[in-house]
């Protein structure tokens, strides 16, 4: 049995087990993140999956405890009529990173592959004409003026996974809010997507721009192997930081600044 093969059938990962590793693993992106800035590094990161293969966990997870002017997370709405008449790559190439930045695709350029060819937003050619290109599209974002780090991670949940999700989608009022029309398509349409998947990775999953599928059944354990391997892909070091001492506060001007606020509006405090 292979090592991916074996953790899939680990027992879920208990919470706290799982929150005591995501603060370590949280730490150490803090540490990536002013290594980032330090360096003038840029990063792209692209999540890709089904609908319900928990992505937004995932860039919860990595981002909760980041600077957002560092980790920038893209999550583009259908486009526009005017983005439709421009270039493909266009509306992706905008929200690149410049330097001392970790831009996260929430979905990205690969829309194309996956959901608009499935559901037939693109046509035959154009859909083609995307998978040859884009490997030489990714080449050059690489080898382009001080590169661009390009991660790309595809979540893979289970068929009986999804339907839990979905079914929990459905019931659940907290929940409700996810279940995106393309949603329920997506479900009766899983072999097309499995096939669509097949095919970007037979055509995208390049030495250069290589794929890495993350198991994502157990939502706990995706999300911390996802942050370790974002830690592995970018080689890192701590930067040294000057101690901080917090300074006094100035007398000179002293009031009673409470006072002050006495007869204004207060919100109610019902906790």
Request: proline share 5%; hydrophobic share 35%; aromatic share 8%.
């Amino acid at each position: 049995m292979s090592k991916s093969e074996s953790e899939s059938t680990a027992p879920r990962l208990k919470r706290r087990e799982y929150e005591k590793e995501l603060r370590k693993l949280q730490g150490r992106l803090c540490m990536l993140q002013d290594w980032v800035k330090h360096k003038g590094l840029r990063v792209i990161i692209i999540f890709e999956g089904r609908d319900a293969a928990g992505k937004g966990g995932v860039i919860k997870a990595i981002t909760e405890r980041v600077s957002p002017r560092v980790f920038r997370v893209v999550a583009l709405p259908a486009p526009s009529d005017r983005e439709k008449t421009q270039l493909y790559m266009q509306r992706y190439i905008q929200h690149m990173p410049a330097a001392g930045e970790v831009v996260i695709f929430d979905r990205s350029w690969y829309n194309r592959a996956g959901v608009e060819h499935v559901m037939g937003f693109c046509s035959k050619e154009e859909y083609k004409r995307f998978l040859e290109l884009c490997p030489t599209v990714e080449r050059f974002i690489i080898g382009a003026e001080g590169g661009i780090r390009l991660i790309k991670v595809w979540l893979e949940v289970s068929d009986e996974e999804q339907k839990q999700r979905f079914e929990a989608r459905i019931e659940d009022p907290l929940r409700q809010w996810k279940l995106s029309p393309m949603d329920l398509p997506s479900r009766s349409k899983w072999f097309e997507y499995s096939r669509a998947r097949d095919r970007m990775l037979d055509a995208t999953d390049t030495e250069d721009s290589p794929w890495h599928i993350l198991r994502s059944d157990d939502k706990r354990r995706a999300r911390l192997n996802c942050i370790r391997h974002i830690l592995d892909a970018i080689p890192h070091k701590e930067v040294p930081r000057e101690k901080v001492k917090l300074p006094k506060r100035e007398m000179e001007h002293a009031y009673d600044d409470q006072a002050t606020l006495k007869h204004r509006k207060f919100v109610r405090e019902v906790y």
